[in-house]
């Protein structure tokens, strides 16, 4: 299965539903991507990664919003700057691919 109009169609939808959750639109990427995985390109849709990177962000988010006075160290800021910046640069190169392959399609 590749990436089709309506695939790519249903997920902009999905991710772009007011009052839909970033969890929510998270499961919705997840499921969209799983059928067509095998012919992404290398590193673009690497569940491992993609998974990690996104529970990192959901956990900080949710500390954020519920404040403990706990302090962050500079490693951890670091480290959750650097991996934000990872996770938007492959969606961003991911956008881009089903992009391409739906505009090829029609």
Do not use: C, W
Request: hydrophobic share 35%; net charge neutral.
């Amino acid at each position: 299965m590749t990436a089709n109009p309506t695939t790519t169609t249903r997920l902009r939808e999905a991710l772009n539903k007011p009052g839909s959750s970033q969890n929510l639109r998270f499961k919705e990427l997840r499921k969209a991507l799983e059928p067509i995985r095998p012919q992404l390109p290398d590193g673009l849709a690497d569940p491992v990664t993609l998974d990690a990177v996104a529970d990192l962000l959901r956990i900080a988010r949710n500390e954020a919003g519920h404040p403990t006075g706990k302090a962050i160290d500079e490693g951890t800021a670091h480290t959750h700057l650097y991996m934000g910046a990872e996770l938007l640069q492959k969606l961003t190169a991911l956008t881009a691919y089903l992009d391409n392959k739906a505009e090829r399609s029609t």
